[in-house]
């Protein structure tokens, strides 16, 4: 008989010091997210920095395809809720653009200037802000954090309105962190200040999904332990409460490189996510 047990939790969680040439991120995000934007710039396809609140953070870019949007894709970028920004994404807007859909990236207050559930409001917020702007049918993504961002607005207490969450048709969380009870023991929460009531009230796990819900948990097979583990975990448990749910290890991929997909409007992440 082998029983597992986590000795070291900042390890099971520790990305970078576990990809070869893991340094390479996230410059790499920021040559391309720029070069996309500097082609887009001359289109007229793009509006930078809108504003969805009242923090400094509270603004979204917003891409537009030709023609007019099939609908809305709104992307949730993840940094264990503590860095990172809209910035670094913008290239991975391509694939669904090229498929007819308006992509919409916010960035967030960070951790510690607010908790969790804070960025779970502001979250919402985008989402409603970039709704009003674009109709039709809402597909969800988000990455890592993101990830649990993402799939926390389409539980049954998310803090969005009805109307806009009965709009979200498709939603893929990819590396995400579905249980936020282990990030308790990691030397982040210092910031992040997860105590165990909030890991029971914002954890996607724990929660009950929407009805009709269709959730596809995306991971890389070359991933953490933890994050495959958090993969197939909100999966499962969704499946028994009667949503629609895939759970998908992508081969050949890391935390960094799993999102990549979503540049391609042939790879099967897109697809996925504008499917429904």
Known sequence: MIYRRVEDWDDAYANGPNIPGGDRWPGLWVEQAKAFRDKLSATGRMKLDLSYGDRPRNRFD??????????????????????????????????SLARGH?????????????????????????????????????????HSAGGHLASRMITTSAPISRDVQRRIVSTVSISGLHDLRPLMNIAANADLKIDREEAMAESP???????????????????????IRQN???????????????AIEEPDRHHFNVIDGLADPDHALTRTLLTG
């Open 102 to 142: 308006a992509v919409a990236m916010p960035s967030y207050t960070l951790c510690p200037d607010i908790r969790i559930s804070g960025i779970v409001t502001e979250v919402a917020a985008a989402i409603e802000a970039t709704a009003r702007m674009i109709g039709g049918p809402i597909r969800l993504a988000g």
């Open 205 to 227: 796990a724990l929660l009950e999904p929407m009805a009709g819900a269709r959730l596809a948990c995306w991971v890389g097979a070359g991933e953490r332990a933890e994050f």
């Open 62 to 95: 917003l891409f537009l395809p030709e023609g007019e949007p099939k609908g809305l894709v709104v992307f949730v970028h993840g940094g264990y809720w503590v860095r990172f920004d809209k910035s670094l994404w913008s290239h991975l807007a391509q694939g």
């Open 232 to 246: 197939a975990l909100l999966a499962n448990i969704w499946t028994g409460l009667c949503a629609w749910t895939s």
